[in-house]
């Protein structure tokens, strides 16, 4: 059973800022990591995800670092903006035979301040 | 393209009651997934279906279950609610052949149980 621990639970981060949000997970890396962005009243919408053989992926501010022998990938979102407030999710894979099936971690809700 | 689509999104039921929620997956979609997102317990993986046969099932009692229809339009059902199941349910959508990160997910249907 897949299991994914996600840190901080909220973070305050100015305009300009770096915010960084933590995801540990626990089974084999087999498929993409992904990070999901999702705001009040909508679902979750994927924002970025990682191969498990890639150390790092770069798109415009957000960037994912994927620490293979450490079981752990962390999001970076690079001048924080007030647009970027909003709860993010990490995510994993089950396993081979699990289809579709994601393994979420708790969210972090962010807040950008002007 | 259209999105997913779930209806209704507002829902309020009585303990003991049931509840049918509606999926629409995008247009060519054939496998659908629901989640179920609570404060507590974030996002939880309820069960997949592709093709009108569910793939996967997550650790929900039986009360929860679910259909799909040959058009790939998804129905899940709650019998004898109970107010614990007061939550946001996400149907996601996905394309065949695709990665289990690449899910579009649809508003969500906002349950309470009272």
């Known amino acids: 059973q897949q299991q994914v621990k996600q840190s901080p639970q909220s973070l305050i981060v100015q305009k300009g800022g770096i915010s960084i949000i933590n995801c540990a997970y626990e089974n084999t890396a087999f498929d993409y990591f992904p990070w999901y962005q999702q705001f009040p009243g909508k679902g979750p919408a994927l924002l970025i995800a990682i191969r498990p053989d890639v150390s790092e992926k770069k798109e415009g501010r957000f960037t994912i670092s994927f620490n293979k022998s450490a079981k752990q990938f962390s999001l970076h979102i690079m001048d924080s903006q007030p647009g970027d407030s909003a709860t993010y999710f990490c995510a994993a894979p089950s396993d081979p035979t699990s289809y579709g099936k994601l393994t979420f971690g708790q969210g972090t809700i962010l807040t950008v301040h002007p | 393209k259209a999105g997913v689509t779930q209806t209704p999104r507002y829902l309020i039921k009585t303990r003991g009651q049931q509840v049918t929620l509606s999926c629409s997956p995008i247009?060519?979609?054939?496998?659908v997934s629901w989640y179920q997102q609570t404060p507590g317990q974030g996002l939880q993986f309820l069960f997949e279906y592709f093709s009108e046969t569910q793939r996967n099932k997550g650790n929900f009692p039986g009360r929860f279950s679910g259909r799909q229809f040959s058009n790939s339009r998804s129905e899940m059902n709650v019998s004898t609610l109970e107010l614990g199941d007061s939550a946001l349910y996400l149907c996601a959508s996905r394309r065949q052949g695709g990665r289990p990160h690449e899910q579009y997910f649809g508003p969500g249907t906002r349950l309470t149980v009272t």
């Open positions: 247009s060519g979609h054939r496998s």
